[in-house]
């Protein structure tokens, strides 16, 4: 069974910074492409950031230069350093990954980004 259990959310002023970090167990982490989506208020949820076995790396546009995700295969864990954050930011953040065919989802973590 594959637990993803996210952590570090929490409530910060514009401008400021914070890191996620998804706990995986379950898998042969190293081996998994890794994902971070967020779901805002009313809204769909999307992807942020992935990061595949080979530490390769993409975000979508509006994080792109502001948020960093990387992974830390001997701690099986993944991370989400975000940066400059706007209040558009504020949304729950899941960790995702696609394991033998299927999704495995944490339960997420919120962040606020409020003044």
Same mark, same amino acid.
């Given at each position: $069974? *594959? +637990?993803?259990?996210?952590?570090?959310?929490? #409530?910060?002023? !514009?401008?400021?910074?914070?890191?996620? @970090?998804?706990?995986? #167990?379950?898998?042969?982490? =190293?081996?998994?492409?890794?994902?971070? +989506? %967020? $779901?805002? !208020?009313? =809204? $769909?949820?999307?992807?942020?950031?992935?990061?595949? #076995?080979?530490?390769?790396?993409? /975000?979508?546009?509006? *994080?792109?230069? %502001?948020?960093?995700? #990387?992974?830390?295969?001997?701690? %099986?864990?993944?991370?989400? $350093?975000?940066?400059?954050?706007?209040?558009?930011?504020?949304?729950? +953040? /899941?960790?995702?990954? =696609?394991? +033998?065919? %299927?999704?495995?989802?944490?339960?997420?973590?919120?962040?606020? *980004? @409020?003044?």
């Amino acid at each position: $069974q *594959v +637990y993803l259990r996210e952590s570090g959310g929490g #409530s910060v002023q !514009p401008g400021e910074s914070l890191r996620l @970090s998804c706990a995986a #167990s379950g898998l042969n982490f =190293k081996l998994a492409a890794m994902n971070w +989506y %967020r $779901q805002a !208020p009313g =809204k $769909q949820r999307d992807l942020v950031a992935t990061i595949t #076995s080979d530490h390769t790396t993409n /975000y979508t546009g509006s *994080v792109q230069g %502001r948020f960093t995700i #990387s992974r830390d295969n001997i701690r %099986r864990t993944l991370f989400l $350093q975000m940066n400059s954050l706007e209040p558009e930011d504020t949304a729950v +953040y /899941y960790c995702n990954t =696609k394991w +033998y065919g %299927r999704d495995h989802w944490g339960t997420g973590t919120l962040v606020t *980004v @409020s003044s």
